[in-house]
């Protein structure tokens, strides 16, 4: 019945306003007015709207927004209960914006009503509803109870409805707003029904917006609950998770709403390796068993936990949806536990995929293996032997083995061959490795070990020692949960060193016991012999015995082993026999293991081989270099000549050293004093001045010949600096410069003079920009500028030089160089914000940022180049700010061009102490300004706010101007003029344009302004009109816009049309009178049924 009654309502209303406002003209302007019906207020007199609800069957006359923008509906409304005059704030009337607010709809489910006792709460009552077995609430009391059943629902996603359902008696929160609030129960004795229905009344009030919510209350009760639907919109937002739903809307029963499950979601997490290369196939090394616990977003509250399996993978389902922090508790075996929180996203019905990579743990390796030698069980060798270029197979093979892994026939991983250096130890370097794979690297390019067994076996001994064919095993293990957290032992690898002996017998030349048999030897006992290491200097004594015999078989601990140990060493007579010449000292070399070498020595008369032997003046070292030329005199400085009959007869008056940088004359030279004369220095050095005197007067053989020492002092040079502006070419004074070693520098006898890298001097340039070294030695240098001058960038590169030998005559060879500084420079360009057109004419000041440190001395003295300088763009829109010393700098726009925004912004660079601008070498600060201009204009004519008139009904064109970009301060001035969208011409009224002029500020035309046009409509019927409107600032154009074919610019007056209007019919009258009478019935048969229903 009702229903019907709604339809017959709303035809019968439908009449009545077609009626009104199809009427003819005249009787409308008698009758009813202009289409609105005026209603004057106790405050001003409103524009009223009439306003049908179909839901309330309510009809009203709404005013338009009053001066604070509030809508308020005062006046006459017609109910079914009569005619009431009423006033409602806007916010508590339900509307469809608020419903749409209030219940976004994400899905539609069923789900299924039971409808339970009725429970009664003061004059009213409500029942308890059950939906899928949680409490569900009616939020319209005033509508019929809807049946049990099945219902379709609308979920909420937000708003106070949603809020009161997870707070409310019932709700999940509703324990949060227990310990907060208390009970929504009134009163102390107040019981779960209390509850239920006080709850119902909150969600009914959140959802209507009215105190109809209350129906049945009394003031106070109703002030308390609209106090605690205030707690409840105080309380934080539900969980995204929390599912709540509105049903059985739009019909004429109660609107409801209801909670369901929590809307979840699962998540699966991917565990992988940053090294998937080294964990494949390595027992070490695992995906299973990574921990994972996830957290509330932002809290320490650990809600799950998650272990991965072999496979690196790991899944939870029913998670409930929202965001979340995941951290790794627990690492796998042999990677790095990742600590950092990560923020993940569970959203419902999906599947949230993490991803999460470890770091395989490595042992960073560089020492990985030291040789010692056996006997002394230090890493130095004995004495003419080395711990270098032993040769070792070093082999890796993934997992943990307590033996070689190759007897169980295990394939290592990969293998190397590596040679030991000078100390006996192999790095694992590239220049160490003989062959082999690649090393094992980890992410930044470092050579590591993964976790595993690594097995070494020398292959080669090195010089002097005997090949050790021992196995040794270790292996990599981790001890910690950091990367590098491993453990690695090198192992240290003995040799033992070769060893010889030494047998002399020593007979004395006896020419008068001479026999049959020839010339007899005589044994001479107690003779010394003293044996030094011509490598460490080591000696020992062997003394014959009466058989002339000595050895060193008695010498050493190691006597099976032999008494002297791999070397080269000097054998010499300490005391000859008195009257017979000493035996010259002779070498002798152990080079093979348990060998001893014989030896049968007597005197002979004093002929002595002569080497010369060519050496450094300053480190008494002999120079390796061939080349140098002497020549021999006697001792009466006489040139003394030799010849050679092998493999041709010739003869020398120059001798020249080898390679050694020594040379032996041809022939023994009797006792007696001689002189050498250096006639060519050998490379790098200076010649030797004078004669080198010597004098034979022992006996010498050619093992160990007589020795003459030479000494030349080096070669030197200097270096001398130009330092030039790179871009004036002027000198530039006071740069501080380093001349470091760019290599070991070394002189020709293989002495290191300067090591690699090390500073030999310190230079400042003078006046012109010119600075000059100390005597240097000959070899290439590093010139490194360590302090530019103010204004300049610090060059990043340093500049090589050599200085290089130039013949024995030159004591110091100089070379120069030239070195540039680059200007600091600092590039502003200035451009329109949306063409991209460079602006030449803006004006910048430029200050340099004075620091705390200077502000006292600045207050006493006043800095002339911290003042603001101005600087203005080019035509190319630039500014080139060079020459800058270091320093904070501030750059802000002080004068834009006429109609462009003036860019507040402020921009500070800094000029570090290197000359560069914050690390670059050039800075370039794009700055754009936007220009003052019209964004668009709607015409319409003011009266209707209508695009199209009809002759004659309006006569004020309103154009409304919207702006861009407008200085707040500014003076602005509009100017308008109609034109005739057809001829594009101006519309001339009376002879004359039609023109609008309005002067305003920036600030005010946030919104836009208003040009208003007097048109008398009625002289230009059938006409389009178009409204031209151009923006100056002062005198200047800005923006003009003129568009005849913009409709938003243009409006029409139409032409009228002619109305036949008939006199003296009132049948119009007499319909409707019976149309208002039957509405009435209407009415009020239909509160009488509202009424009964109720009761």
């Not at 977003?297 to 496979?311: A, P, R």
Request: charged share 30%; proline share 4%; with cysteine.
């Amino acid at each position: 019945m009702r229903r019907w009654m709604k339809v017959v309502f709303c035809f019968l209303f439908g009449i009545i306003f077609t009626n009104m406002f199809t009427m003819d003209q005249a009787v409308a302007d008698e009758s009813f007015g202009k289409r609105e019906i005026s209603a004057e207020s106790s405050v001003l007199t409103q524009k009223k709207q009439a306003v049908l609800d179909m839901e309330t069957m309510t009809f009203s006359l709404e005013s338009e927004a009053d001066e604070d923008g509030d809508t308020i509906s005062k006046g006459m409304i017609l109910t079914t209960a009569g005619i009431t005059s009423d006033t409602y704030p806007a916010v508590l009337t339900k509307s469809d914006e608020m419903f749409k607010k209030a219940a976004a709809i994400s899905e539609r489910s069923k789900v299924e009503l039971t409808v339970g006792e009725e429970i009664y709460y003061g004059n009213y009552s409500t029942n308890y509803f059950d939906v899928n077995g949680k409490p569900a609430y009616c939020l319209e009391p005033l509508k019929d109870t809807p049946n049990s059943g099945s219902y379709e629902t609308q979920a909420l996603t937000g708003g106070a409805v949603r809020k009161g359902l997870y707070y409310a008696y019932g709700g999940p929160g509703y324990e949060l707003y227990r310990a907060k609030y208390g009970a929504i129960g009134i009163g102390e004795n107040y019981s779960v029904n209390d509850e239920y229905c006080m709850s119902h009344c909150i969600l009914s009030y959140l959802y209507m917006g009215t105190e109809e919510a209350f129906l049945g209350l009394d003031q106070q009760v109703i002030e308390n609950l609209k106090q605690k639907a205030k707690n409840i919109e105080s309380m934080p937002d539900p969980p995204e998770s929390f599912y709540a739903f509105l049903f059985n809307l739009n019909s004429a029963g109660q609107t409801m709403g209801g909670s369901g499950k929590d809307r979840v979601g699962s998540i699966e997490i991917y565990k992988y390796s940053d090294h998937p290369e080294w964990i494949e196939g390595n027992r070490c090394y695992s995906l299973a068993g990574a921990v994972f616990g996830i957290y509330e977003s932002g809290k320490d509250k650990l809600l799950w936990e998650l272990t991965t399996d072999e496979s690196g993978y790991a899944k939870k389902e029913n998670i409930p949806i929202g965001n979340y922090d995941i951290r790794e508790l627990k690492a796998p075996a042999g990677h790095v536990i990742q600590f950092k929180p990560q923020s993940i996203r569970i959203d419902e019905n999906k599947v949230c995929t993490y991803k999460c990579t470890d770091q395989a743990q490595y042992y960073p390796i560089d020492l990985i293996l030291q040789k010692k030698d056996k006997e002394t069980d230090q890493s130095e060798a004995q004495g003419a032997a080395t711990l270098e270029d032993a040769q070792f197979s070093i082999k890796y093979y993934s997992g943990y083995y307590e033996k070689n892994p190759a007897d169980s026939g295990v394939t290592p991983v990969r293998e190397w061959i590596m040679k030991t250096d000078s100390e006996g130890r192999i790095r694992m370097k590239e220049e160490q490795k003989v062959s082999g794979d690649p090393f094992y690297k980890n992410t930044e390019g470092e050579v590591v070990l993964p976790l595993g067994t690594v097995t070494f076996q020398e292959i080669k001994a090195p010089e002097g020692y005997l090949l050790n064919n021992e196995i040794f095993i270790e292996t990599v293990r981790e001890e910690g949960t950091g990367q590098t957290d491993t453990i690695f032992q090198c192992p240290t690898i003995p040799d033992q060193i070769i060893r010889g002996n030494l047998q002399i017998v020593k007979f004395r030349e006896d020419k008068e016991e001479e026999s049959e048999q020839g010339e007899q030897k005589v044994p001479l006992e107690g003779i010394v012999f003293t044996i030094t290491s011509k490598t460490t200097g080591w000696q020992c004594e062997i003394v014959t015995d009466e058989n002339g015999y000595a050895s060193t078989f008695r010498q050493g601990e190691e006597q099976q082993k032999g008494g002297l140990v791999y070397d080269t060493y000097i054998v010499s007579e300490k005391k000859a026999p008195e009257g017979l010449t000493p035996v010259g000292d002779f070498e002798i070399t152990i080079e093979e293991d348990a060998k001893t070498l014989y030896y049968i020595l007597e005197n002979k008369k004093i002929f002595s081989p002569v080497k010369l032997v060519k050496k450094d003046s300053e480190t008494e070292k002999i120079i390796p270099v061939a080349g140098a030329v002497f020549r021999l005199l006697d001792k009466d400085k006489k040139p003394i000549t030799m010849t050679t009959h092998y493999p041709n007869e010739s003869v020398y008056d120059l001798f020249k050293t080898d390679e050694n940088g020594s040379f032996v004359l041809p022939e023994k030279l009797p006792a007696g004093n001689y002189y050498f004369q250096e006639v060519e220095a050998p490379q790098g050095y200076l010649i030797e001045d004078g004669l080198i005197p010597f004098t034979i007067i022992e006996n010498h053989d050619w093992e160990k010949p007589f020795i003459v020492e030479s000494k030349d002092r080096p070669a030197k040079g200097r270096i001398y600096i130009q330092k030039n502006d790179s871009v004036t070419e002027k000198g530039i004074s006071g740069v501080k410069f380093e001349i470091k070693a760019a290599e070991d520098i070394c002189t020709p006898d293989g002495t290191v003079r300067v090591e690699k890298g090390t500073v030999v001097g310190s230079l400042v340039t003078d006046q012109s920009g010119k600075a000059w070294s100390e005597e240097l030695y000959l070899g290439t240098y590093e010139i490194i500028e360590t302090k530019q001058a103010e204004g300049y960038i610090l060059p990043e590169k340093s500049v090589e030089i050599e200085l290089e030998y130039e013949g024995q005559d030159v004591p110091v060879v100089t070379k120069e160089t030239e070195i540039l500084n680059k200007p600091t420079s600092v590039v502003i360009r200035k451009s329109d914000g949306e063409t991209k057109k460079a602006l030449s004419g803006v004006k910048f000041e430029l200050r340099e940022k004075i620091s705390e440190i200077n502000e006292e001395s600045d207050a006493e003295e006043e800095d002339p180049s911290e003042e603001n300088t101005t600087y203005i763009t080019d035509e190319n829109g630039e500014i080139h700010l060079s020459y800058l010393r270091p320093g904070v700098y501030c750059l802000y726009e002080s004068e834009p061009l006429t109609g462009y925004i003036k860019n507040e912004e402020v921009w500070e660079f800094q000029i570090r102490e290197d000359g560069t601008v914050e690390g670059e070498q050039e800075k370039i600060l794009e700055i754009e300004n936007h220009h003052t201009r019209i964004t668009d204009t709607h015409a319409v004519w003011k009266e209707s706010k209508a695009k199209e008139i009809i002759a004659g009904e309006e006569h004020i064109i309103c154009d409304t101007v919207n702006f861009k970009y407008m200085e707040a301060n500014a003076s602005y001035t509009m100017k308008g003029i109609l034109m005739d969208a057809d001829t594009g011409k101006e519309l001339l009224q009376d002879g004359k344009p039609v023109t609008s002029e309005k002067t305003f500020k920036g600030k005010d035309a946030k919104d836009g302004i208003t040009m208003e046009f007097d048109v008398d409509s009625r002289k230009f019927p059938g006409k389009r009109i178009v409204v031209f409107e151009v923006l100056y600032l002062g005198d200047c154009l800005i923006d003009a816009h003129r568009d005849l074919r913009n409709q938003e610019q243009t409006v029409s007056i139409l032409k009228k049309e002619e109305v036949t209007v008939k006199t003296g019919d009132n049948k119009v009258y007499m319909k409707q009178t019976i149309l208002i009478m039957s509405a009435s019935v209407c009415i009020l048969y239909a509160t009488w049924k509202r009424k009964k229903r109720r009761h």
